[in-house]
């Protein structure tokens, strides 16, 4: 990912802790700075948490009412969504600096935040995803359009699982 970014997952909502847990890991895994919920239904759940990678030891995962509070003047606030006049995700040119605000598993974000919003996105689907698969998409899309060369054996040694020790043969 690109040096000195920002990037902060807010969640509207969320219900599901093993959605939870799995936007935590994937916070890990592409770099997110923070991640924010809203709403009482995750609080009545936490105690189901799925963080298998224990990510929140390292990344902050904060109770705020309002997801956009609090977050530098260069922050720009990506709403992603299913809705009409959303950019779809594979044109779209990440910021640098961005808050990605998700809506509930079972719902859609209020309209009063997404006419707040700097941009809105969607992922082009058939159907809609979960909430933990559409942040892993969209993260993995603003890790994928800010590498530059990639050491691909070096990145495989450094991620893989302790137990795996895979290998290609050369395909000809």
């Avoid at 847990?21 to 709403?39: E, F, K, L, S």
């Avoid at 992603?80 to 859609?108: K, M, N, R, W």
């Avoid at 996105?121 to 060369?149: E, F, I, Q, S």
Wanted: proline fraction near 4%.
């Amino acid at each position: 990912m690109t040096t000195n970014s920002t990037v902060i997952i807010g969640l509207y909502n969320p219900k599901s802790p093993a959605n939870v847990g799995a936007v935590m890991r994937a916070a890990g895994c592409y770099d997110a700075t923070q991640v924010r919920y809203n709403g009482v239904r995750y609080n009545r759940a936490i105690k189901l948490q799925t963080d298998t990678k224990k990510v929140k030891s390292r990344i902050e995962l904060i109770n705020s009412d309002d997801l956009t509070a609090n977050i530098n003047e260069d922050v720009k606030v990506v709403c992603v969504e299913l809705a009409v006049g959303a950019t779809a995700l594979p044109e779209f040119v990440h910021p640098q600096h961005a808050i990605y605000v998700f809506g509930p598993e079972d719902g859609s974000l209020p309209q009063h935040i997404v006419d707040q919003a700097d941009h809105v996105v969607y992922v082009p689907t058939h159907g809609c995803m979960n909430l933990a698969a559409t942040a892993n998409v969209v993260l993995y899309d603003r890790m994928a359009k800010t590498l530059g060369d990639i050491d691909d054996q070096q990145q495989v040694i450094a991620n893989r699982d302790n137990k795996n020790r895979l290998t290609v043969k050369s395909i000809a």
